[in-house]
């Protein structure tokens, strides 16, 4: 029986968890590590494993997906630069995806949520969100409502109707609107991969040189004095 769909590898290190996942045909298969640094040394041992039950080989891939940002500094770099290596030696092309979309799109698929806003911690109490829409619906949040932004918690607008999903709820739940459903989730390689083919279709592969991360927020890290006033602040 001859295969359908593209053949495809996508992972992502945006968060505290490293997800791996290949597509062949319409077979998937996935896998989950610690992320954080744990994913720098862990990520290309479980992609080579995951290739090699898949019975691909890197070159009989149509491209190489991968978690774009907004999320870990250091998880984008890692993705960013296995992404490239893989690509350029391969000859692939690379895609890369919001992850915030991808945590929209597993709500989606995990719960049902036709409407979604995708939050993940972005650590000094502050959110990574964006809307998405699978409904074909035109959502009151605005055109730029896709686009990852950083907020407060309690900037986050979810209108009647949507749904907030995401990993910020350990860090800050009580912080984001309480009335809205909520779906735990994160921005999974499987999801990236059942994103994948609309966004291939839609052009949105790029060379690998232009496996670029998405880090919304500028600034790393707070100074000492930063530090020292938050504490004095939080009491």
Not at 57 to 83: E, K, M
Not at 85 to 101: E, W, Y
Not at 156 to 177: D, S
Not at 202 to 219: F, H, I
Request: hydrophobic share 50%; proline share 7%; aromatic share 4%.
């Amino acid at each position: 029986m001859a295969l359908t769909g593209p053949s495809l590898l996508a992972f992502d290190t945006s968060t505290e968890v490293l997800s791996v996942a290949v597509r062949r045909g319409d077979a998937v298969l996935a896998r989950s590590g610690p992320g954080g640094a744990e994913s720098s040394a862990t990520l290309i041992p479980l992609v080579q494993a995951l290739l090699a039950e898949a019975g691909l080989a890197i070159g009989q891939l149509d491209a190489v997906c991968f978690g774009r940002g907004p999320g870990s500094f250091t998880g984008l770099r890692t993705a960013c630069a296995v992404a490239q290596g893989l690509a350029f030696g391969a000859g692939l092309p690379v895609l890369p995806v919001d992850t915030l979309h991808a945590v929209a799109e597993e709500a989606h698929h995990a719960a049902g949520a036709e409407r979604v806003v995708a939050v993940l911690d972005a650590r000094m109490g502050e959110v990574y969100a964006a809307a998405h829409a699978f409904d074909g619906s035109v959502h009151p949040l605005g055109a730029a409502a896709a686009e990852a932004r950083l907020l407060s918690p309690e900037d986050v607008a979810v209108p009647a109707g949507w749904t907030l999903a995401g990993n910020a709820f350990a860090a800050c739940g009580e912080r984001l609107p309480q009335d809205a459903p909520r779906v735990q989730a994160l921005p999974t390689a499987a999801a990236i991969l059942r994103l994948a083919p609309a966004l291939l279709a839609a052009g949105a592969a790029v060379p690998p040189e232009r496996a670029w991360p998405l880090y919304v927020r500028d600034k790393v890290a707070q100074t000492t004095a930063e530090r020292a006033a938050a504490r004095e602040a939080a009491g």
